[in-house]
Protein backbone atom coordinates (compact mmCIF):
# COMPACT_ATOMS: atom_id res chain seq x y z
CA UNK A 1 0.00 0.00 0.00
CA UNK A 2 2.84 2.22 1.25
CA UNK A 3 4.73 1.38 -2.30
CA UNK A 4 1.40 2.20 -3.85
CA UNK A 5 1.11 5.99 -2.75
CA UNK A 6 5.20 6.20 -3.02
CA UNK A 7 4.57 5.46 -6.77
CA UNK A 8 1.72 7.89 -7.53
CA UNK A 9 3.37 10.50 -6.16
CA UNK A 10 6.05 9.98 -8.86
CA UNK A 11 4.10 9.37 -11.91
CA UNK A 12 1.98 11.32 -14.10
CA UNK A 13 -0.67 10.65 -12.13
CA UNK A 14 0.13 11.83 -8.79
CA UNK A 15 -1.66 15.73 -7.48
CA UNK A 16 -0.48 18.99 -9.04
CA UNK A 17 1.71 21.37 -7.39
CA UNK A 18 1.27 25.76 -7.67
CA UNK A 19 4.01 28.03 -6.56
CA UNK A 20 2.56 31.21 -5.27
CA UNK A 21 4.61 34.12 -4.47
CA UNK A 22 4.47 36.12 -1.06
CA UNK A 23 4.34 39.35 -2.80
CA UNK A 24 0.58 40.64 -3.36
CA UNK A 25 -1.04 41.68 -6.65
CA UNK A 26 -1.19 45.41 -5.99
CA UNK A 27 2.25 45.89 -5.37
CA UNK A 28 2.95 43.65 -8.13
CA UNK A 29 0.81 46.18 -10.60
CA UNK A 30 2.99 48.78 -8.95
CA UNK A 31 6.12 47.91 -9.35
CA UNK A 32 5.74 46.96 -12.94
CA UNK A 33 3.90 50.20 -13.76
CA UNK A 34 7.40 52.17 -12.08
CA UNK A 35 9.70 49.59 -14.60
CA UNK A 36 7.73 50.66 -17.50
CA UNK A 37 7.82 54.61 -16.60
CA UNK A 38 11.66 54.18 -15.58
CA UNK A 39 11.90 52.03 -18.96
CA UNK A 40 10.22 55.13 -21.08
CA UNK A 41 12.47 58.32 -19.18
CA UNK A 42 15.69 56.10 -20.09
CA UNK A 43 14.34 56.11 -23.92
CA UNK A 44 13.34 59.70 -24.12
CA UNK A 45 16.48 60.95 -22.32
CA UNK A 46 18.46 58.89 -25.18
CA UNK A 47 16.42 60.20 -27.59
CA UNK A 48 17.15 63.76 -26.39
CA UNK A 49 20.76 63.26 -25.92
CA UNK A 50 21.16 61.77 -29.23
CA UNK A 51 19.39 64.58 -30.92
CA UNK A 52 21.59 66.79 -29.27
CA UNK A 53 24.94 64.94 -30.03
CA UNK A 54 23.85 65.12 -33.34
CA UNK A 55 22.60 68.97 -33.88
CA UNK A 56 18.85 67.77 -35.60
CA UNK A 57 17.31 70.46 -32.42
CA UNK A 58 19.62 73.16 -33.31
CA UNK A 59 19.09 73.44 -36.99
CA UNK A 60 15.17 72.59 -36.62
CA UNK A 61 15.33 75.85 -34.79
CA UNK A 62 17.65 77.82 -36.94
CA UNK A 63 15.86 76.41 -39.94
CA UNK A 64 12.19 77.70 -38.10
CA UNK A 65 13.39 80.93 -37.41
CA UNK A 66 14.30 81.64 -40.92
CA UNK A 67 11.23 80.42 -41.89
CA UNK A 68 9.49 82.75 -39.61
CA UNK A 69 11.99 85.81 -41.14
CA UNK A 70 10.80 84.64 -44.81
CA UNK A 71 7.35 84.69 -43.84
CA UNK A 72 7.28 88.51 -42.01
CA UNK A 73 9.35 89.60 -45.14
CA UNK A 74 6.88 88.08 -47.83
CA UNK A 75 4.08 89.70 -46.16
CA UNK A 76 5.80 92.91 -46.12
CA UNK A 77 6.13 92.10 -50.09
CA UNK A 78 2.50 91.33 -50.52
CA UNK A 79 1.35 94.58 -48.74
CA UNK A 80 3.95 96.59 -50.69
CA UNK A 81 2.62 94.81 -53.64
CA UNK A 82 -1.09 95.42 -52.83
CA UNK A 83 -0.39 99.29 -51.58
CA UNK A 84 0.79 99.68 -55.77
CA UNK A 85 -2.06 98.26 -57.22
CA UNK A 86 -4.79 99.97 -55.01
CA UNK A 87 -2.45 103.33 -55.94
CA UNK A 88 -2.46 101.92 -60.04
CA UNK A 89 -5.97 101.55 -60.23
CA UNK A 90 -6.71 104.81 -58.35
CA UNK A 91 -4.39 106.47 -61.29
CA UNK A 92 -5.44 104.50 -63.98
CA UNK A 93 -9.55 105.90 -63.17
CA UNK A 94 -8.60 108.96 -62.62
CA UNK A 95 -6.59 109.43 -66.26
CA UNK A 96 -9.70 107.54 -67.54
CA UNK A 97 -11.70 110.65 -66.45
CA UNK A 98 -9.70 112.93 -67.32
CA UNK A 99 -8.95 111.13 -71.09
CA UNK A 100 -12.96 111.25 -70.90
CA UNK A 101 -13.26 115.03 -70.57
CA UNK A 102 -10.63 115.86 -72.98
CA UNK A 103 -12.57 113.95 -75.37
CA UNK A 104 -15.72 115.96 -75.00
CA UNK A 105 -13.56 119.10 -74.54
CA UNK A 106 -12.42 118.23 -78.39
CA UNK A 107 -15.38 117.10 -79.34
CA UNK A 108 -17.52 120.37 -78.41
CA UNK A 109 -14.31 122.60 -79.92
CA UNK A 110 -14.94 120.83 -82.87
CA UNK A 111 -18.28 122.21 -83.04
CA UNK A 112 -17.85 125.48 -82.39
CA UNK A 113 -14.83 125.92 -85.29
CA UNK A 114 -17.75 123.94 -87.40
CA UNK A 115 -20.33 126.46 -86.71
CA UNK A 116 -17.65 129.62 -86.88
CA UNK A 117 -16.85 127.98 -90.22
CA UNK A 118 -20.89 128.20 -91.26
CA UNK A 119 -21.33 131.07 -90.11
CA UNK A 120 -18.49 132.62 -92.04
CA UNK A 121 -19.72 131.18 -95.50
CA UNK A 122 -23.40 132.68 -94.90
CA UNK A 123 -21.83 135.65 -93.97
CA UNK A 124 -19.51 135.73 -97.22
CA UNK A 125 -22.10 135.40 -99.35
CA UNK A 126 -24.28 137.67 -97.92
CA UNK A 127 -21.42 140.58 -98.72
CA UNK A 128 -21.18 142.31 -101.77
CA UNK A 129 -18.58 142.20 -104.03
CA UNK A 130 -15.77 144.48 -103.77
CA UNK A 131 -16.86 145.99 -100.53
CA UNK A 132 -14.38 147.97 -98.77
CA UNK A 133 -15.44 147.54 -94.86
CA UNK A 134 -12.18 146.73 -92.84
CA UNK A 135 -14.15 145.11 -89.96
CA UNK A 136 -17.94 144.46 -89.19
CA UNK A 137 -19.99 143.77 -86.71
CA UNK A 138 -22.27 140.54 -87.65
CA UNK A 139 -24.13 138.93 -85.11
CA UNK A 140 -24.92 140.65 -81.47
CA UNK A 141 -26.56 138.53 -78.98
CA UNK A 142 -27.99 139.13 -75.81
CA UNK A 143 -29.68 137.55 -72.86
CA UNK A 144 -30.50 138.10 -69.22
CA UNK A 145 -29.83 134.58 -67.16
CA UNK A 146 -30.94 136.14 -63.84
CA UNK A 147 -31.64 139.22 -61.93
CA UNK A 148 -28.30 139.78 -61.46
CA UNK A 149 -26.25 138.51 -64.81
CA UNK A 150 -26.44 139.34 -68.29
CA UNK A 151 -24.92 137.23 -70.84
CA UNK A 152 -23.83 138.46 -74.53
CA UNK A 153 -21.96 137.18 -77.90
CA UNK A 154 -20.87 139.42 -80.91
CA UNK A 155 -19.18 137.99 -84.14
CA UNK A 156 -16.78 140.35 -85.51
CA UNK A 157 -15.60 139.27 -89.67
CA UNK A 158 -13.79 141.16 -92.13
CA UNK A 159 -15.88 140.99 -95.50
CA UNK A 160 -12.57 140.73 -97.58
CA UNK A 161 -11.01 137.51 -98.56
CA UNK A 162 -7.06 137.98 -97.50
CA UNK A 163 -7.58 140.59 -95.63
CA UNK A 164 -4.65 142.02 -92.98
CA UNK A 165 -4.70 141.24 -89.69
CA UNK A 166 -7.14 143.47 -88.03
CA UNK A 167 -6.12 145.10 -84.32
CA UNK A 168 -8.96 146.68 -82.36
CA UNK A 169 -11.14 146.98 -79.84
CA UNK A 170 -14.51 146.19 -78.91
CA UNK A 171 -16.71 148.67 -76.62
CA UNK A 172 -19.56 147.21 -75.05
CA UNK A 173 -22.53 149.24 -73.74
CA UNK A 174 -25.40 148.24 -71.71
CA UNK A 175 -28.41 150.87 -71.07
CA UNK A 176 -31.42 150.68 -69.31
CA UNK A 177 -33.00 151.71 -65.56
CA UNK A 178 -32.45 151.07 -61.55
CA UNK A 179 -35.20 152.23 -59.20
CA UNK A 180 -36.81 153.25 -61.98
CA UNK A 181 -34.03 156.26 -63.40
CA UNK A 182 -31.94 155.37 -66.64
CA UNK A 183 -29.08 153.41 -65.96
CA UNK A 184 -25.67 152.27 -67.75
CA UNK A 185 -22.81 150.47 -67.63
CA UNK A 186 -19.71 149.02 -69.65
CA UNK A 187 -17.49 146.70 -69.73
CA UNK A 188 -15.59 146.65 -65.48
CA UNK A 189 -11.91 146.32 -67.80
CA UNK A 190 -12.99 149.06 -70.33
CA UNK A 191 -13.53 147.83 -74.36
CA UNK A 192 -11.84 144.04 -75.26
CA UNK A 193 -8.72 144.17 -77.50
CA UNK A 194 -9.72 142.60 -81.11
CA UNK A 195 -7.17 140.79 -83.01
CA UNK A 196 -8.30 138.54 -85.79
CA UNK A 197 -7.72 137.94 -89.29
CA UNK A 198 -11.10 136.84 -90.88
CA UNK A 199 -13.44 136.25 -88.13
CA UNK A 200 -13.92 136.60 -84.21
CA UNK A 201 -16.38 135.31 -81.77
CA UNK A 202 -16.39 137.27 -78.76
CA UNK A 203 -18.13 136.57 -75.77
CA UNK A 204 -19.15 137.29 -72.24
CA UNK A 205 -20.82 137.58 -68.60
CA UNK A 206 -21.50 140.74 -66.91
CA UNK A 207 -22.56 141.32 -63.20
CA UNK A 208 -25.63 143.31 -63.12
CA UNK A 209 -26.31 145.75 -59.86
CA UNK A 210 -29.50 145.33 -57.77
CA UNK A 211 -32.83 146.49 -59.21
CA UNK A 212 -31.32 146.79 -62.70
CA UNK A 213 -33.80 146.21 -65.58
CA UNK A 214 -31.55 145.76 -69.11
CA UNK A 215 -33.34 147.55 -72.27
CA UNK A 216 -30.54 147.16 -75.20
CA UNK A 217 -26.97 146.63 -75.35
CA UNK A 218 -24.56 148.33 -77.82
CA UNK A 219 -21.64 147.24 -79.48
CA UNK A 220 -18.90 148.88 -81.34
CA UNK A 221 -15.50 147.97 -83.26
CA UNK A 222 -13.10 150.68 -83.47
CA UNK A 223 -9.46 151.10 -84.77
CA UNK A 224 -7.48 153.49 -83.20
CA UNK A 225 -10.27 156.54 -82.68
CA UNK A 226 -12.42 155.64 -85.99
CA UNK A 227 -15.12 153.77 -84.98
CA UNK A 228 -15.35 151.15 -87.47
CA UNK A 229 -19.10 149.15 -86.64
CA UNK A 230 -21.66 149.52 -84.84
CA UNK A 231 -24.92 147.14 -83.61
CA UNK A 232 -27.50 147.63 -81.24
CA UNK A 233 -29.67 144.82 -79.81
CA UNK A 234 -32.84 145.05 -77.96
CA UNK A 235 -34.24 142.92 -75.09
Known amino acids: MKFRLFRRRLTISSPRMSVRSSLPWPLRWIAGALMLGFS ?8 EFGKGIAGLDTNAKEELSELRQEVASLRVERDKAQSISNTSGSLLTAEKAVQEKMLSQIRQLESDNRSLRDDLGFFQKLLPAGSAEVATIRSLQAEVLSQAQLKWQVLVIQPVKGAPSFNGKLDLTVHGTQDGKPWMM ?6 QTLQFKQYLRVEGVLD ?4 AVVQSVTAKVIEGTAIRSVQTFKL
Open 40 to 47: AAVALWAF
Open 186 to 191: TLPGGP
Open 208 to 211: LPPQ
